[in-house]
């Protein structure tokens, strides 16, 4: 079971940190991602989180300002994200899924868990 939490209101050039409580997820099986969906659009990839290795990729929109990190012992997932822009506004959603390889980690299709989403708002 997944629980995203951590959105809110922010200003252009602020940052956040959002958080996927993660129960059941042991990361030496489970890849894990974040999304968003803006209103009026789909679903769109952010940054993925490999099992075991914890090797990262983002996409290029989210390169370089967000990051993408996990502490096992809670096990939960963070996406900090830096110098944020009102075209990230979104709803945000955590995404987990066992064995799923490394080059799909982008694709939403290839998970089956998903969190509740929390919403992102950023003012200019």
């Known amino acids: 079971q997944l629980q995203a939490f951590g959105g809110g209101l922010v200003q252009a050039g602020g940052s956040l940190t959002l958080s996927c409580a993660a129960s059941g997820v042991t990361y030496s099986r489970y890849g894990m991602a974040w999304f968003r969906q803006a209103p009026g659009k789909e679903r769109e990839f952010v940054g993925y989180?490999?099992?075991?290795?914890?090797?990262?990729y983002y996409a290029d929109s989210v390169k370089g300002r967000f990051t993408i990190s996990r502490d096992s012992a809670k096990n939960t997932m963070y996406l900090r994200m830096n110098n944020l822009k009102p075209e990230d506004t979104a709803v945000y959603y955590c995404a987990a899924q066992a064995g799923i390889i490394y080059s799909s980690g982008g694709n939403s299709r290839a998970y089956n868990h998903w969190g509740q989403g929390t919403l992102v708002t950023v003012s200019s």
């Open positions: 989180l490999h099992r075991n290795s914890g090797g990262t």
